[in-house]
T-cell receptor, first 116, second 111 residues
Framework: GAVVSQHPSWVICKSGTSVKIECRSL??????MFWYRQFPKQSLMLMAT?????????EQGVEKDKFLINHASLTLSTLTVTSAHPEDSSFYIC????????????FGDGTRLSIL | DAKTTQPPSMDCAEGRAANLPCNHS???????VYWYRQIHSQGPQYIIH???NNETNEMASLIITEDRKSSTLILPHATLRDTAVYYC????????????FGTGTRLQVTL
């Protein structure tokens, strides 16, 4: 159990376009999901916490108008990178928390975004 | 959240036990120790977590010292597929618990 799916796994776009990434918890409900970004040879950096039915909480330095997060249901959160530029090229990873005490987060397999 | 310190890299022969250490001397009483690993170009995979007692599951064992200032992840019989970056993270459990990833330990399992 505790499977998290991301889509797409890989996307290449032209500069200036917007890209939507989906994160789904397949076999559990997740009131909270997290979005991370990972640049080559670096560790994961938390971008934002996505809460079902409310606004996301962004980490310091992450532009909320550029990285739009929507968590409309207990099994789906989306991250939209608006007006993407080459510097936004990265590996974007989501995680979902099953809820309740003593439950770990489970991660998706990531989305590799390349902006030309 | 408390910070963790891990060696940057380790080697292990296939079939041998891999023992990955982690220091977390500033851990607080309500923080758990989590271990994840990341195989190249994939999302992190949950391995195990614990509060103060030793834990074991089908993947690994977690040994936490009595003072909780350090822990060791043990992969009892390492295989080539265990080659990955292993992250030790301390965090509160429960809703909206942020995980802060450090640089981890790159474990290379060799023939």
């Amino acid at each position: 159990g505790a499977v998290v799916s991301q889509h797409p796994s890989w996307v290449i776009c032209k500069s200036g376009t917007s890209v939507k990434i989906e994160c789904r918890s397949l076999d559990f409900q997740a009131t909270t999901m997290f979005w991370y970004r990972q640049f080559p040879k670096q560790s994961l950096m938390l971008m934002a916490t996505s809460n079902e039915g409310s606004k996301a909480t962004y980490e310091q330095g992450v532009e909320k108008d550029k990285f739009l997060i929507n968590h409309a249901s207990l099994t789906l959160s989306t991250l939209t990178v608006t007006s993407a530029h080459p510097e936004d090229s990265s590996f974007y990873i989501c995680s979902a928390e099953k809820g309740g005490t003593n439950q770990p987060q489970h991660f998706g397999d990531g989305t590799r975004l390349s902006i030309l | 959240d408390a910070k963790t310190t891990q060696p940057p890299s380790m080697d292990c022969a296939e079939g041998r036990a891999a023992n990955l250490p982690c220091n977390h001397s500033t851990i607080s009483g309500n923080e758990y120790v989590y271990w994840y690993r990341q195989i190249h170009s994939q999302g992190p995979q949950y391995i195990i977590h614990g509060l103060k007692n030793n834990e074991t599951n089908e993947m690994a064992s977690l040994i936490i010292t009595e003072d909780r200032k350090s822990s060791t992840l043990i992969l009892p019989h390492a295989t080539l597929r265990d080659t990955a970056v292993y992250y030790c993270i301390v965090a509160n459990t429960g809703t909206a618990s942020k995980l802060t990833f450090g640089t981890g330990t790159r474990l290379q399992v060799t023939l």
